[in-house]
DNA sequence: AATTCAGTCAACCGCCCAGGT
DNA sequence: TACCTGGGCGGTTGACTGAAT
């Protein structure tokens, strides 16, 4: 099984994308949609296959990216989806809008993993290092998450700071904040796992995960594997909500990732999903002097500015140079098109 | 100033899965 | 049912960059 990779005879590009590519590809999708990928290339006059340019225009060119650094709260985030999915990049980014499966990963093997290991804990199994040797090396794949994992705790006991106080304890009630759904499915593998300070008593998803005013986080049910009495909360950064959303204009998205989803009989939450830059603003709003916060605005990138300065003068992005990191590569698109987003 | 090293991140590779024929 | 194709995902690689020596 498996395809060959993306080339065959035609001899194509590789490696990094230039300015004049990336202008290609997205005046192509702008104005077409991306449709059929494999088509993608030959429509927009690229010498990419077809997957290298899906790739690049989730990645990259995006107009939803978030980009800059990850918040605290983020890294919770993926700390506690890690630990009850494991590798699964793509369904973790999808509860991080504006963040993508690649970059995430990468944020993971970087920075996360080292830093579990310093605080004795094994990424892998998210157990102490020194029980997850004795379990046996601790296999990579995560796939023994199931015992205990407590990465409130840690959480609570390195960052200090104004995040950690939005985790529980795990002998700790949980805030009002956090609601749990129970799912019929699939989760037996998180019984009795310690969650944000609760105990399941056999299934258990975390149906929401709300830590600030200015965020919030979700556990899509249906990523949990959670069975089907579970909603399916949108998510701005997945692809095919991406997708789904290529007929709305920016206003309109927006307007679209606020919605209100039931989750079962019992819980009705109100999701909030502000576009990233705004959510971004939010929080570092919210969190002023914070650091971290601070550190994150600085480190803005392109789509934010660009999508910053475009919805807030209502003006279509890609008048302004999109390439408006210190690589100074300004490439300005055509704007025709633009109200399909 | 030059070199080495480590960290980051964009991109590719290979595989799996779903849908169509 | 078997095969083919496209999309998607996770793992890995390699270029680039900044810090350290």
Redo the contacts with the bound molecule.
């Keep these: 099984?498996?395809?060959?990779?993306?080339?065959g005879k035609r001899k194509?590009?590789?490696?990094?994308?230039s300015p004049e590519e990336?202008e290609k590809l997205m005046n192509h999708i702008v104005k077409y949609g991306?449709?059929?990928?494999?088509?993608?290339p030959k429509l927009a006059g690229l010498e990419?296959?077809?997957?290298?340019c899906?790739?690049?225009w989730?990645?990259?060119l995006r107009p939803d990216l978030k980009?800059g650094?990850f918040s605290q709260e983020e890294e919770d985030l993926i700390i506690h989806l890690h630990s009850m999915?494991?590798?699964?990049?793509?369904?973790?980014?999808?509860q991080l809008p504006g963040r993508?499966?690649?970059?995430v990963?990468?944020?993971w093997?970087?920075?996360i993993k080292?830093k579990l290991r310093q605080r004795g804990i094994d990424p892998a199994t998210h157990k102490p290092l020194d029980e997850a040797a004795v379990a046996g090396g601790g296999g990579?794949?995560?796939s023994n998450r199931t015992a205990v994992f407590r990465d409130a705790e840690l959480i609570l006991s390195t960052i200090g700071g104004a995040a950690a106080h939005h985790l529980p304890a795990p002998h700790m009630p949980p805030p009002e904040s956090y609601m749990y759904s129970r799912c019929s499915t699939e989760c037996d593998d998180a019984a009795d796992v310690v969650v944000g300070g609760c105990i399941s008593d056999g299934s258990l998803s975390l149906s929401e995960y709300s830590q600030t005013p200015g965020f919030t986080g979700y556990v899509d049910a249906d990523a949990l594997h959670c069975g089907p009495a579970s909603a399916v909360i949108p998510s701005v950064s997945?692809?095919?909500t991406l997708?789904s959303m290529a007929g709305l204009s920016p206003g309109a998205a927006a307007a679209a990732t606020t919605t209100t989803t039931t989750i079962d009989e019992q819980s009705t939450i109100t999701t909030n999903h502000d576009l990233p830059f705004l959510e971004l603003g939010t929080m570092s709003a919210a969190s002023a002097g914070n650091d971290h916060y601070a550190a994150a605005l600085d480190?803005l990138?392109w789509s934010d500015y660009m999508f910053d300065v475009c919805y807030s003068h209502q003006l279509p992005p890609y008048h302004h140079g999109i390439y408006g990191d210190?690589?100074d590569r300004a490439v300005h698109f055509d704007a025709h098109g633009l109200g399909n987003w």
């Design positions: 099984m498996g395809k060959r990779a993306c080339g194509l590009r590789r490696g990094l994308w990336d991306h449709g059929c990928w494999s088509s993608v990419r296959c077809g997957k290298s899906r790739l690049r989730i990645n990259y980009r650094a999915l494991g590798n699964k990049w793509s369904q973790i980014a999808a993508t499966d690649n970059e990963k990468n944020f093997n970087s920075y080292k990579g794949d995560g997945s692809s095919s997708n480190e990138k210190s690589k």
